[in-house]
């Protein structure tokens, strides 16, 4: 005969390791539940914020006031190597894309001949470029003849965000030209007007001009990266001084050694040297034909002219009437890095908003290529 206490003995147990087993099944499943959300979770903030990186030319990156690195990138130019589409597959993910014009007539078709672009074997892709874009930063009088009429714009160039306080004037410095025209090599064994960077800085019209003076006048110019070319008939090295391709720190010198800025430019988006030039306080000579840097020139920052006819008349009007030009104050006034900034942060939020990785209320301005941390505008 069975024990019957016996019996409810192992009843008991049995139904207390059927409880038991029951409990270590809930927390397993539990547990994995619980590891599985995590691993989600966490895979889920990874996606939201991935990290970022320098991108480079053609594309550039954008920064906030403290340095941090927005996920905007600007495109500034056509891709010309296989490698920028690669770069181009890896930056479209993280970044937010706008245009900046800051090469030739960009996003239209360059003029350079040496860009090489034709009808049949290389043609220009307009529509490439613009669709790798939302927004865009131009330079140009009518943008409605560059950029599609549903493109959001801005009349916003590089050359808007100078950094007036390590750009601008030493009053020790003697005057010892009077303009210096600025036209280096890439090709240094090309001295002709065809050569990549003669074509953009128009060497042929400014040959044409400078010859005029020396002929009539007795003005000194300076040729910054014409050395080992000849000179314009029929002037002679007295008149003119000839150099080499500059570094920055050198050609600040010669901004304070010279009178004005001569810029027969055309095809040239966003001139550095018209600028770099006005926050030295140098008055500025342009082509009235000139894409971008058009906007920088009025009656207080110097001349507009419109080819060798009317170039002597209005080199004689800078000279006579010098003291009367304040090119470092208009600048001061309409651009620089702080109000330029504060464009550029806005137009970013108008057209991405809550897709861009720092708040708005958070960012005091933003500037391209370049950081500029807690920067301060020294007075003019």
């Known amino acids: 005969m069975i024990n019957k206490g016996l019996k409810i003995d192992s009843v008991k147990v049995f139904g207390f390791i059927l409880v038991l087993l029951m409990v270590l099944n809930l927390v397993i499943n539990n547990k994995f539940i619980v590891w599985t959300i995590s691993k989600e979770h966490f895979e889920e903030e990874t996606k939201k914020d991935p990290e970022l990186f320098n991108v480079t030319r053609p594309f550039i990156n954008a920064y906030d006031d403290k340095g941090n690195m927005l996920n905007v990138a600007l495109l500034s130019r056509p891709f010309y190597m296989d490698s920028h589409y690669k770069d181009y597959e890896k930056i479209k993910p993280l970044f937010n894309i706008l245009g900046i014009s800051s090469y030739q007539e960009f996003p239209n078709e360059p003029f350079n001949p040496k860009d090489g672009y034709n009808k049949t074997t290389n043609k220009y892709d307009y529509d490439k470029w613009t669709n790798m874009c939302k927004g865009w930063l131009h330079c140009f009088r009518k943008p409605e003849e560059y950029l599609p009429k549903s493109m959001k714009s801005i009349l916003l160039s590089e050359s808007d965000f100078i950094d007036t306080n390590l750009n601008k004037p030493n009053k020790d410095v003697k005057k010892k030209y009077d303009f210096l025209y600025v036209c280096h090599r890439d090709d240094l064994s090309d001295c002709s007007t065809k050569e990549w960077v003669a074509f953009n800085k128009n060497l042929e019209l400014a040959e044409k001009c400078i010859s005029i003076l020396c002929k009539k006048k007795k003005y000194k110019v300076l040729m910054i990266g014409r050395t080992g070319c000849k000179l314009p008939k029929p002037c002679k090295n ?84 010098y003291d009367q030009y304040e090119p470092r104050k208009e600048y001061m006034e309409k651009y620089g890095l702080i109000k330029s900034g504060e464009k550029l942060r806005d137009f970013i939020f108008d057209i991405f908003g809550d897709k861009v990785n720092i708040s708005k209320d958070k960012i005091k301005y933003v500037t391209p290529d370049v950081k500029q941390i807690d920067f301060k505008e020294n007075p003019i």
């Open 238 to 321: 007295l008149q003119i001084k000839r150099t080499k391709k500059l570094d920055y720190n050198d050609l600040q010198k010669k901004y304070d050694e010279s009178k004005f800025v001569f810029l027969p430019n055309i095809h040239d988006a966003s001139p550095r040297v018209l600028v770099e030039g006005m926050c030295h306080n140098l008055p500025v000579l342009i082509n009235s034909k000139l894409v971008g840097g058009w906007k920088y020139v009025t009656p207080k920052s110097g001349e507009v002219f419109n080819d060798e006819t009317d170039f002597e008349e209005k080199v004689d009007k800078i000279m006579n009437n």
